[in-house]
């Protein structure tokens, strides 16, 4: 019942599929219909012609709210059938609905997006978006796909708000994701809104619809990846030296860092400056790079290397920060001053 299946797709083969072997099939008592064989109850029955004229519910749906009275036909149960101690099962909304909805849409969602040629890292189709209408979805990009991504996902049976991000972004971390679209979505250029859009009818926030008319709503997706034209560079995080090592319990409880030389062994400081300005020579590095590199000495031997070559006016910055030696070809050239 989560699933809609295209037309002419058996359901019965793709519950097959997914137990991995076929669904055994048995002919109903009464009906010249094919019914589960080992089902635990069977009603067979008949619609009368009565019209949509009784009432029923109010029942709980995947929204996590109550839907509204109902109005349907009568039915004629004609035969009963069922295993031996049969269990009745009623299932419990939302969430064992919403639980079995998401993976069809993630399903669906994937062959949208792999006809349309977007390499797609992960998907996930959100709880909070009552596993029906939202997702975020992960992509390996080239220019304009974060576009193209939403178009395809917005295809995705009732989907209704979707969000592409880059494959830096864990799509399971919410706040993750909305840090992306606070730093790589501008508004106007970012957000799409697509309006008249088959919409589902149990969605509260739609106008009231006469019974048998499929509501139309809007969709919205938000490409919230690096926008082309802007350097990656922008969108460097944060990297801590020595982040696996220093635990800041300890620091509380008393620890103090020993340095393992001697505040006069200016030979091991002379020795270090001498790599690091090797290193760096060859290949600019961030203070955490060189850190971890030489990770066989004490921060502050680290520090005072690098103090050292400073002082002596052999460190310098690439344009994107990293330290370099001065004068080589990494060095950034400062931009023309005023006159």
């Excluded at 859009?197 to 008319?213: E, F, N």
């Excluded at 690096?226 to 409880?253: C, N, Q, S, T």
Aim: one cysteine or more.
């Amino acid at each position: 019942s989560g699933f809609r299946a295209p037309l002419g797709v058996d359901e019965m083969a793709i519950a097959g599929g997914i137990r991995g072997a076929a669904v055994e099939l048995a002919m109903c008592e009464t009906i010249d219909m094919p019914c589960i064989a080992d089902a635990e109850i069977v009603l067979e029955a008949e619609i009368l012609p009565t019209g949509w004229t009784h009432p029923e519910g109010r029942f709980g749906e995947f929204t996590r709210l109550m839907g509204g009275l109902h109005w349907n036909p009568l039915v004629r149960i004609k035969a009963i059938t069922m295993r031996r101690d049969a269990i009745y099962y009623a299932l419990h909304m939302p969430w064992e609905n919403t639980w079995l909805a998401a993976p069809t849409r993630y399903a669906v969602i994937r062959r949208a997006l792999k006809t349309a040629g977007v390499q797609v890292k992960d998907i996930n189709v959100t709880l909070g978006g009552c596993g029906f209408w939202h997702a975020v979805i992960s992509i390996k990009k080239q220019a304009g796909e974060g576009k193209n991504a939403l178009m395809a996902a917005l295809t995705a049976m009732d989907m209704k708000h979707v969000v592409i991000v880059d494959d830096d972004i864990d799509v399971f971390d919410a706040t993750d994701v909305e840090w992306a679209i606070a730093t790589r979505v501008q508004g106007d250029k970012d957000i799409i809104i697509i309006p008249g859009a088959r919409a589902k009818p149990l969605d509260p926030s739609l106008p009231v619809t006469p019974p048998g008319i499929v509501p139309t709503g809007a969709k919205v997706g938000v490409d919230a990846t690096i926008p082309e034209g802007v350097p990656r560079e922008r969108y460097e995080r944060i990297a801590y030296a020595y982040a696996d090592r220093a635990k800041i319990d300890e620091y509380l409880h008393g620890k103090a860092d020993q340095s393992s030389i001697g505040s006069k062994d200016e030979k091991t400081i002379a020795d270090l400056a001498g790599k690091i300005h090797t290193l760096i020579d060859a290949e600019p590095k961030y203070y955490q790079e060189i850190a971890e590199y030489f990770g066989n000495y004490d921060f502050q031997v680290v520090a005072r290397a690098l103090g050292k070559l400073h002082s002596e006016e052999q460190l310098w910055q690439d344009a994107r920060g990293r330290a370099c030696v001065r004068g080589s070809k990494f060095s950034a050239k400062a931009p023309p001053q005023p006159e």
